[in-house]
């Protein structure tokens, strides 16, 4: 079946620095790709989509690119802030034909210090 | 413009219990999703309502049980709870079925069984 396989974490780093958070996903046929975040005792934002194949997806400053050939969605920014400190979600949706439900990667927490 | 709602926010319950859950989508959405996060993974997905059905199921017992009622909100009910159903439970809601949809979470209910 489907699935989405993140980085493990936590990924601990100092303001300004470079982020990267590696994404995998396996699916069948031609699924859409999303990053969620979360922050504490929050429910899940949506942070940016792709749809299909060479896409990027970016907001606040993060991106993400929908590669095929390495069927990959690693998120990155160029300069992290305190305020970006969350757990960071990968998920795809639509492959094998399957409309409906968003399968999540099991989370990677970021931590930003000072 | 009120987004995805869900009440309570928190409830503990013995086991064996019964509970419901309540949410109401994000105005105009007219399909929602529930979702299972136990502690430090990643969202499960129970079930798709759209157009008062069920329209796809995700690996859970049949004490998980749903509907949507014609207003588009809907319930969870899990009966005969078990302490490994305590987790924060996500209600999504989106527009039609088509894959590429974002779809909006709210808050979350926190089980705790005791």
């Known amino acids: 079946g489907d699935s989405v396989t993140q980085m493990e974490g936590p990924v601990t780093l100092s303001e300004e620095a470079f982020l990267t958070i590696n994404c995998t996903y396996t699916a069948t046929g031609y699924p859409s790709l999303f990053w969620y975040v979360q922050y504490p005792g929050e429910g899940l934002q949506l942070l940016l989509k792709?749809?299909?194949?060479?896409d990027k997806g970016s907001n606040k400053g993060f991106e993400a690119t929908y590669r095929k050939e390495t069927t990959s969605f690693h998120l990155e920014k160029g300069s992290v802030q305190v305020s970006d400190s969350a757990v960071y979600f990968c998920a795809l949706r639509g492959g094998s034909g399957n409309t409906g439900k968003l399968i999540f990667g099991q989370g990677t927490t970021l931590q930003v210090k000072p | 413009d009120a987004g995805v709602t869900q009440s309570p926010t928190h409830l503990i319950k013995t086991r064996g219990q019964q509970v419901t859950l309540r949410c109401s989508p994000k105005s105009g959405h007219d399909t929602v999703s529930w979702y299972q996060q136990a502690l430090g993974q990643g969202p499960q997905f129970i079930f798709q309502y759209y157009e008062e059905e069920e329209r796809q199921r995700g690996n859970f017992p049949d004490r998980f049980s749903g509907h949507q009622f014609p207003n588009y909100s809907s319930e969870l009910n899990v009966n005969a709870l078990l302490l490994g159903d305590s987790a924060l439970y996500l209600c999504a809601s989106s527009l039609g079925l088509t894959s590429n949809t974002e779809a909006f979470f709210g808050q979350g209910t926190r089980l705790t069984v005791v």
């Open positions: 792709a749809t299909k194949a060479d």
